[in-house]
């Protein structure tokens, strides 16, 4: 961000810093997840819910409570899951 102050040598990974600090994320935060170890590696993409089985879904609409899961179908469930 233009204007902005470098974060210094400590900051490992200066994009995520940044990336973190335009979301609002306080300096000590930002630079605190950008230093954990491994956080280069977080992060990735969902695969899409279709590609999964219902009893897959299911048991992830299981986890996150989401009611009348047991009469869905596949497509509700992605559904359900989508919208939670």
Same mark, same amino acid.
């Given at each position: 961000m233009p204007g902005r102050k470098s974060p210094g040598p400590q900051v490992? +990974?200066? +994009?995520?810093? @940044? #990336?973190?600090?335009d979301k609002g994320y *306080?300096?000590?935060k *930002?630079?605190? =997840? #950008?230093? *954990?170890k491994g956080a280069e590696h977080r992060g990735g993409k969902a695969g899409k819910y279709e590609d999964r089985t219902k009893q897959s879904l299911? @048991? @992830?609409a299981k986890k996150v409570? =989401?009611?009348g899961r047991s009469k869905m179908t596949k497509a509700e469930l992605a559904k359900a899951l989508r919208n939670n």
């Open positions: 490992k +990974d200066k +994009d995520q810093y @940044e #990336a973190l600090r *306080s300096k000590q *930002s630079a605190r =997840i #950008a230093n *954990s299911y @048991e @992830e409570g =989401i009611e």
